[in-house]
């Protein structure tokens, strides 16, 4: 993996939402990730609703942390993540759907994308990997949830797709920004998956081998290294796509991670949104 983030403090509020180096470059677009802070609230820092986590204290640390990045957590659109491929459109009409606990999000699936102003979206994780699109042309962004089942389904082309139908988007000229996960050092995986991810990415022509090492008895995926040769497939251009060098589970003081905390974990968030106008 290459190409750190660039970690931004706000000094209003003390936290360090981390940003891409290439999307803070595209004019017009918000976007930061939250991470894990040990001591912040109940359960540092945790943004997902989920039981067993607080719901009050979860949409308390969504304030901070939108106050931290420049949105408005009333903004927020969320859905319910399922480890697919289906893609959801958000409009200015539902702007805060899934935002406050007891509001209903929008709808499931594992990407959201728009080109409506001051609607921000918002994807949970746990060392499954943060994919963030933005069409500076239109504009328009995509926020998508990319675990090792949705990524050797393809869950990037889809969503790169969809903005192709949906706002008319070229590939080409679409940036993007991998965020932290985790990496081909930890995430070891079964040959039903291995076998899923060769046909996917041979269906793709991609070399399916350059994400997958056996560093003992079983194969080991790199989600990342995997998303990023999928929008090469689906036609972004290498310099266009920026990919964290940060493994979710080597660092679970940074980071939450399902492997390295347990199926109790915490969630970060990725948000992006098109700035409104003034």
Known sequence: MTNAPTTTTDKQVGLSPVRSDLLSRVPGVIHG?????????EADGNMAFGSPRDKQDAWRMRKLWCHA??????????????????????G??????????????????DGLVT???GVT???????????????????????????????VANIAGAAVTAMQVTFGSE???????????IGGCCNEIGPEVTAVWRSTASSAGIDPETAVSRPVDREHLDVPEANRLLLL?????????????????????RWFSHRGHGPLAGREAALIAIRPSS
């Open 33 to 41: 990730l939250t991470h894990r802070v040990e001591g912040m609230g």
């Open 171 to 181: 590939p080409a000229k679409l940036f993007a920004y991998l965020g932290p996960a």
């Open 92 to 109: 200015a009409e539902h702007a805060g759907r899934g935002a406050m606990p007891g509001s209903i999000h929008l709808g499931i699936g």
């Open 233 to 253: 497939a689906a036609g972004l251009t290498d310099e266009h796509i920026d990919v964290s060098n940060e493994c979710t589970k080597c660092d679970t003081d």
């Open 69 to 90: 990045i420049g949105v408005d957590p009333q903004s927020l659109v969320t859905m319910g993540q399922v480890h697919e491929t289906t893609i959801l459109r958000a």
């Open 115 to 117: 080109d409506a102003p």
């Open 121 to 151: 979206l918002m994807t949970l994780h746990a060392d499954c990997q943060p994919v963030l699109l933005v069409d500076p042309t239109r504009p328009a962004v995509a926020a998508v949830h990319a675990g090792w089942r949705g990524t």
